[in-house]
């Protein structure tokens, strides 16, 4: 099942029009109708048949996304490659590029992203706010046996690479634990860094086209239980300030990287500090709402950059807007019809259902987006909270 479909078309002679895509999740089953407003072929590669993506590809090449063999033919009949998923092998994926593949964003903008340490040193360079870090194997064999953790409980372990959804990041209390952690996995690839006492968690998505323009979205608040994001409101209840100050960490980061695409950028806020926490080098859950609230989504706006399109209007078409994951609650097999109907039916709701086999605790199974009619954002954080109760009176969680 694609996602509903919007009509009108733009074209541009020069521009590409068949798009290889790595990674065939929601993401990239979400661009599905942007491609068919812009007349786009998407051709993707991702491992499984039953991914979401597979529905709306033109082509399908199946394979691991870090198989690179698999991503050779896919540009053997793609203008250019863009991402829906960053778990690449990047120095395999460049010998493509050497060979005259087109990537958007470029495998140069990706390099600094794709390790959490790296990201944070990157960022800690262009003088962007992060919380304290430090890699874990940097600290020398001898000091080890009597190192402390310099930044006070709790801490946060991250894995360095490939961590999703909270996996590979753990919350630690006490000295100890962290001691039965490191006597377990040894001063491995990780990422230690000190815990913010945020006030709220906020995100942009960001697009910038091959000519450098930029679009900034809303500032939004993200709300994460257990790790995993579970709902967002567009836009966050914060000042004028915070809010440029945020657009303007985003622009900077898009032009140092020369990046083009889109990318989201997650935050901390403290008061009047904001620190980055992630950069997602592609769309993002914290710009779905974009779909049913902004004049241009994330994913249309991802395709119009990488095909050489001008960028779309990203403002809000709607005052505000909440969007609410559906996350699993069990291991089944269900396609929760009863409750999809339900959801549906709230008020200004727009549902999309990922169509997965399979559903398993805090898996992302689709996600609901209810427009807002509130007109100031006191009232409209109320209305939000009342639109996340009545949808989990349908949908548990987990
Ligand atoms: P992932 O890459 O798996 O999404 P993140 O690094 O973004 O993992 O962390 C997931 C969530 O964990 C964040 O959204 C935040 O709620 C919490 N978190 C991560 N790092 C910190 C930190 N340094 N201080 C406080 N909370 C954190």
Not at 82 to 96: G, K
Not at 97 to 104: D, I, K, L, M, N
Not at 242 to 257: F, K, M, P, S, Y
Not at 322 to 331: A, I, T
Request: glycine content about 6%.
């Amino acid at each position: 099942m694609a996602p509903s479909v919007q009509s009108s078309s733009a074209s541009n002679s020069s521009a590409k029009t068949n798009i290889g895509i790595i990674g065939g999740g929601q993401l990239a089953w979400m661009m599905g109708p942007a491609a068919q407003k812009l007349g786009l072929a998407l051709q993707i590669q991702t491992p499984s048949k039953d991914d979401p993506a597979v529905a709306i590809a033109t082509q399908t090449e199946l394979g691991a996304i870090q198989d690179v063999a698999v991503t050779r033919t896919l540009a053997s009949h793609s203008d250019v490659i863009t991402f829906e998923n960053e778990f690449v092998d990047l120095a395999a994926l460049d010998s493509l590029a050497q060979s005259g593949v087109t990537f958007a964003p470029a495998l140069s903008s990706l390099q600094p992203l794709l390790d959490k340490f790296d990201q944070r040193s990157y960022l800690q360079k262009q003088n962007i706010p992060v919380p304290q870090f430090i890699a874990l194997e940097s600290i020398p064999e001898s000091d080890r046996p009597s190192w402390q953790n310099p930044f006070g409980f709790p801490v946060v372990l991250k894995a360095r690479r490939l961590g999703y959804d909270g996996q590979g990041t753990s919350v630690i209390k006490t000295a100890e634990e962290l001691k039965s952690v490191l006597d377990r996995e040894g001063f491995a690839p990780f990422l230690l860094e000190a815990f913010v006492p945020f006030e709220r968690e906020l995100a942009i998505m960001a697009a910038r086209s091959s000519s450098g323009n930029i679009v900034t979205y809303p500032v939004v608040e993200t709300k994460q239980e257990n790790q995993v994001c579970a709902w967002v409101l567009a836009p966050a209840a914060i000042s004028k300030e915070i809010e440029q100050e945020v657009a303007a960490i985003a622009q900077r980061i898009l032009t140092g990287l020369n990046f083009v695409g889109i990318l989201g950028v997650e935050l901390f806020q403290t008061g009047n500090q904001v620190q980055v926490n992630e950069i997602a080098p592609r769309t993002h859950n914290s710009g779905h709402y974009s779909l049913d609230a902004c004049a241009t989504s994330q994913f249309e706006q991802q395709l119009r950059a990488v095909s050489d399109r001008p960028l779309g209007d990203a403002s809000l078409t709607v005052p505000a807007a909440v969007m609410v994951n559906l996350l699993g609650y069990e291991s089944a097999r269900s396609d929760y019809s009863s409750q999809r109907e339900q959801l549906a039916a709230l008020p200004n709701a727009h549902l999309y259902w990922y169509g997965k086999a399979e559903s398993r605790p805090g898996r992302k199974l689709g996600h609901v987006t209810l427009n807002l009619t509130s007109a100031d954002r006191i009232t409209q954080r109320q209305e939000a909270e009342q639109a996340i109760a009545a949808v989990h009176q349908i949908w548990p969680t987990a």
